[in-house]
């Protein structure tokens, strides 16, 4: 089967830095990515890794271990409004008939001052 | 100038009644997608589309149905509402590229 866990929920204080883990098993794997989910809004884009290592983009990095089907997102210099649920989401495949993302539970950070 | 719109943005329904959910691209992405995001279960994948009347069933597709007829629109009816399918549906659109998807604003759904 497939499945993609994080966790439930995390707490951090501003300016902090903060790991979201994931772990996942799927039938393929062509890739994975994680989003931002602000209360009431769709998610957005934040990571892409395929290969294994690291992403860095700005304050935030994403890490990838494909043989042990493990990622984290990391989180620098934590501001007030990083508060938001983050998703993990891995693409099995990416034929014609096989794009679909397969998403995490997600997991929400709460940001306190 | 969204590349991706739903519509309605809400809506209530009684249940039994049919309900058309529309998503509509400007991107020219050939794939698109139906979820449904629900507390504690995260985004469950309904239909999708790689192509022009190109569909195939998610985890979720039970109740639903979808088409798509051109590139820009993708429609997802709900056959006969029910309470279970109060959710929040979002469409997205892909074409492959490392960005993955880009989501519409969601549709709130509230069958009573």
């Known amino acids: 089967g497939q499945n993609i866990d994080q966790p439930t929920e995390m707490t951090a204080t501003e300016g902090a830095i903060v790991q979201i883990n994931c772990t996942y098993q799927?039938?393929?794997?062509?890739?994975l990515f994680w989003y931002q989910q602000h209360a009431g809004e769709a998610p957005t884009f934040l990571s892409y890794?395929?290969?294994?290592g690291l992403e860095e983009k700005g304050r935030f990095s994403s890490f990838l271990s494909r043989s042990k089907g493990y990622s984290y997102l990391l989180l620098k210099e934590l501001q007030m409004k990083d508060s938001a649920s983050y998703l993990c989401?891995?693409?099995?495949?990416?034929?014609?008939?096989?794009?679909?993302?397969?998403f995490g539970k997600g997991t929400t950070l709460s940001v306190s001052s | 100038d969204a590349g991706i719109t739903q519509s309605p943005r809400h809506k209530v329904t009684e249940t039994g009644t049919p309900v058309t959910l529309r998503c509509h691209q400007t991107?020219?992405?050939?794939?698109m997608y139906w979820y449904r995001q629900d507390p504690g279960h995260g985004l469950r994948l309904i239909h999708y589309?790689?192509?022009?009347?190109?569909?195939d069933k998610g985890e979720v597709s039970d109740g639903y149905s979808v088409s798509r007829s051109k590139t820009e629109d993708f429609l997802l009816t709900l056959e006969s509402a029910t309470s279970s399918q109060t959710s929040v549906y979002f469409c997205?659109?892909?074409?492959?590229?490392?960005?993955?998807?880009?989501f519409g604003s969601g549709t709130r759904l509230t069958v009573v």
């Open positions: 991107e020219n992405h050939r794939y």
């Open positions: 589309s790689y192509g022009v009347k190109d569909t």
């Open positions: 799927t039938s393929g794997f062509n890739g």
């Open positions: 890794n395929v290969l294994d």
């Open positions: 997205a659109i892909s074409d492959l590229q490392p960005s993955g998807y880009t």
């Open positions: 989401a891995v693409r099995p495949r990416a034929n014609q008939a096989g794009t679909a993302l397969i």
